[in-house]
């Protein structure tokens, strides 16, 4: 399985401001993801980060809230634009292994916004 | 649409008792996946079983695809296995779909 992580593991931020988190995996992989889990939530696809073009974002979640970048095979970023304390949750990214379609979770990065 | 649930929502057991989680899904899957979410929020990977019967020490499951659906089995539970256990289910399209967990408390 893959060895991700993700930066900062935690932080608590001002309304209004924007917050970029990095996930980093240790080797190449195709299918990257960005869940969000809320307090006492189960865990919801904000989008694909696809490498060489735009995220696919799903229902309820647009680029303009949640740009995401995907440079190379291994990296991803994720920013939370112009928060609001309704966006204080766990934010993970996820990976596909390595010819399997199973998916591997990183730390996640606890977000609170005040 | 497409559905993934999960029973019961809460669980108390005692130390050393065993028990069955539950999971349906509504639609055939290309990937079944059991999690157990500790108190830090870390997402541990169980089980990869989108067929058939697997074990892992005290844990085992079975998911039966053609009847849609799952079952996480603990054994001789312990207090570390308190918890939120999560199944999640690819509808063909490579995205998960969690269910919404079963919280599983044991007690020494």
């Known amino acids: 399985s893959a060895v991700i992580s993700q930066k900062p593991s935690r932080d608590i931020c001002q309304r209004g401001t924007s917050l970029t988190i990095q996930c980093q995996v240790d080797?190449?992989?195709?299918?990257m993801f960005w869940y969000r889990q809320q307090p006492g939530q189960s865990l919801t696809l904000i989008a694909t980060?696809?490498?060489?073009?735009?995220?696919?974002?799903e229902s309820g979640f647009v680029i303009d809230k949640f740009p995401i970048s995907r440079p190379n095979l291994t990296f991803s970023t994720l920013t939370v634009s112009n928060m609001s304390p309704e966006d204080s949750s766990i934010y993970l990214c996820?990976?596909?292994?390595?010819?399997?379609?199973?998916?591997?979770f990183g730390p996640g990065t606890r977000l609170t916004v005040l | 649409g497409i559905q993934v649930e999960q029973s019961p929502p809460d669980l108390i057991l005692q130390e050393g008792a065993n028990s069955t989680l539950r999971c349906n899904f509504s639609?055939?899957?290309?990937?079944l996946q059991w999690f157990h979410q500790n108190p830090w929020g870390q997402l541990i990977n169980l089980f990869y079983?989108?067929?058939g019967t697997k074990q892992n020490g005290r844990l085992s499951a079975t998911t039966v695809a053609t009847e849609r659906y799952s079952l996480l089995y603990i054994s001789s539970s312990q207090t570390t296995d308190s918890g939120v256990y999560f199944c999640?289910?690819?509808?063909?399209?490579?995205?998960?779909?969690f269910g919404a967990g079963t919280t599983v408390t044991v007690r020494a």
């Open positions: 996820s990976v596909e292994g390595t010819g399997t379609n199973e998916q591997f």
């Open positions: 080797s190449q992989v195709t299918m």
């Open positions: 980060a696809n490498q060489g073009s735009e995220a696919t974002y």
């Open positions: 639609d055939s899957v290309n990937n």
């Open positions: 079983i989108p067929s």
């Open positions: 999640a289910a690819d509808f063909n399209d490579y995205k998960l779909s």
